[in-house]
């Protein structure tokens, strides 16, 4: 059974540094990756995903990096504004594309 | 942009009531999804939809239903409701026609509605 699992739960920083989010999953047969932005009591907003035979994917201030064999991924948000302050969730898509599996997420606040 | 609406934000009902929560997009996607969120569990699925009238259950199909009559319209379906199914219910939609279900093309996410049962 695939499992996600999000390292930290949560982190504070203050504005200006860059930043790593951590995702690790169990089963490295995966289709994709997908790392969503969560803002407080509001749905999930999709901001890179990686196809499993893609190494990273790059989004202004983000780039994810995915690393299949060893079951990892991670977030990079360079710059860090309190605008970013959000969760953020991971999610692996099986290698039979029939689900899509959530972590918990990591909470990050960025102070001005 | 695509744009995934849900019906309320937030919404109380008493225990069995049925409730019907709505959920509506506009970029002709072909399958539709709808979690529950709930702290320390995460989202879970409860169920999908991949076509017009089809349906598929998720990880947690008990004490719902679902009805997708039009391609841009999925609801969701609380029988009796019960305080345990008090959430975060969330609505995604996604294009991918070329995989059952969906789930390998990026989801778009509705706002959620946040249910309380009494």
């Known amino acids: 059974k695939q499992e996600v699992t999000q390292i930290p739960a949560a982190l504070s920083v203050p504005e200006g540094e860059n930043l790593v989010l951590n995702c690790s999953f169990t089963?490295?047969?995966?289709?994709?990756l997908q790392w969503f932005r969560q803002d407080p009591g509001k749905g999930l907003t999709s901001l890179l995903l990686?196809?499993?035979?893609?190494r990273e994917q790059t989004s202004g201030r983000l780039n994810a990096s995915l690393d299949k064999s060893s079951g990892r991924s991670t977030l990079y948000i360079a710059a860090s504004q309190p605008g970013d302050s959000a969760t953020y969730l991971c999610?692996?898509?099986?290698?039979?594309?029939?689900?899509?599996?959530f972590g918990a997420g990591t909470i990050l606040r960025v102070k001005s | 942009d695509v744009k995934v609406t849900q019906s309320s934000r937030y919404l109380v009902k008493r225990t069995g009531e049925k409730v019907f929560l709505e959920c509506v997009q506009d970029m002709d996607h072909e399958n539709m999804f709808w979690y529950r969120q709930d702290p320390g569990l995460g989202l879970r699925l409860i169920y999908f939809s991949y076509d017009v009238k089809m349906k598929e259950k998720g990880d947690i199909p008990e004490g719902y239903s679902v009805s997708r009559e039009k391609k841009e319209r999925f609801s969701l379906i609380l029988e009796s409701a019960s305080t345990n199914q008090t959430s975060m219910y969330l609505c995604?939609?996604?294009?991918?026609?070329?995989?059952?279900?969906?789930?390998?093309?990026?989801?778009?996410f509705g706002p959620g509605t946040r249910l309380t049962v009494l």
């Open positions: 995604a939609s996604s294009f991918d026609a070329f995989t059952s279900g969906g789930f390998t093309d990026t989801q778009y």
């Open positions: 089963d490295s047969a995966i289709y994709n």
């Open positions: 990686i196809q499993s035979s893609q």
């Open positions: 999610a692996v898509v099986p290698e039979y594309g029939n689900k899509l599996v």
